[in-house]
């Protein structure tokens, strides 16, 4: 079993930056992947970036694409994502999760986890 601590969210105005943390602990070998997702009021939980250990490149849904960065720093067990040029629509609650669940594709599915952590409050005001 992986634990999973989020840190990082808060209330910031549209155009601003965030950086989001999860920190990692327990079984982290075995892990396939690690991802963040997001949850909007009335909204399914989205993707939003991940690494698979099989691949290598982070890959990121269209929508923060080009704003959003995922990095980890493997000696903290921790993964983070730099959110820039915020907007109202990234207001969401952020889970990061981690997978030890093989997959050949890519982890782009909730249901490709199988550890999450209890997410952190990202608002971002107009």
């Known amino acids: 079993q992986v634990q999973l601590v989020e840190s990082g969210g808060g209330l910031v105005q549209a155009g601003d930056s965030l950086r989001l943390s999860c920190a990692a602990s327990?079984?982290?070998?075995?892990?396939?992947?690690m991802g963040w997702f997001r949850q909007a009021p009335g909204k399914e939980r989205e993707f939003v970036a991940a690494?698979?250990?099989?691949?290598?490149?982070?890959y990121y849904a269209d929508s923060v694409k080009g704003r959003f960065t995922l990095s980890r720093d493997n000696a903290k067990n921790t993964l983070y994502l730099q959110m820039t040029t915020l907007k109202p629509e990234d207001t969401a609650v952020y889970f990061c999760a981690a997978s030890s669940i093989y997959r050949r594709s890519s982890y782009r599915q909730s249901s490709d986890y199988n550890n999450w952590g209890q997410g952190t409050q990202v608002t971002v005001s107009s």
């Open positions: 327990g079984r982290t070998s075995s892990s396939y992947a």
């Open positions: 690494f698979s250990w099989t691949g290598g490149n982070p």
